[in-house]
């Protein structure tokens, strides 16, 4: 049988349009905890020829997502933050790294750290969450 968190993260991606148009895959997920990654293609580039912010930021946001989604809770955003420490590159493969840092009542913090594929840290995210009612899917009565 699948985790709370596999199940809860299986509802989310099936609905996930945006995730999945960015090229973004969950590699891991666990109760608290999401890792999601993509690599940088041409349409990911902004005018310097990097990975445009937005979508470091979209992948952060993402993971976020999953690990404060992962106990068949529903969960939104209540506030994000970036720092950008180096820029993705044409052809990189970026991991997304989500861990709680804290959950208390209705509301999260989480840490996302953002590397590449050589293990360069090129963002890290902090994101606050809250609980809002509903479920992601129907769990069986045992």
Known sequence: ????????????????????????????????????????????????????????????????AFACNSRNQATVAQHNSITYLAPGKLGDRLTATAREVSLTGRSGIYDVKVTTQAGVTIAEFRGHSRAIKGKLFEEEKA
């Open 1 to 64: 049988m699948k985790s709370i968190a596999e199940q809860s993260a299986a509802a989310m991606w099936a609905g996930d349009e945006a995730s999945k148009w960015m090229g973004f895959e969950i590699t891991s997920i666990t109760e608290g905890a999401a890792t999601l990654e993509m690599t940088v293609a041409k349409h990911h580039c902004n005018g310097h020829g990097m990975c445009h912010g937005g979508i470091t930021f979209a992948l952060a946001d993402s993971a976020f």
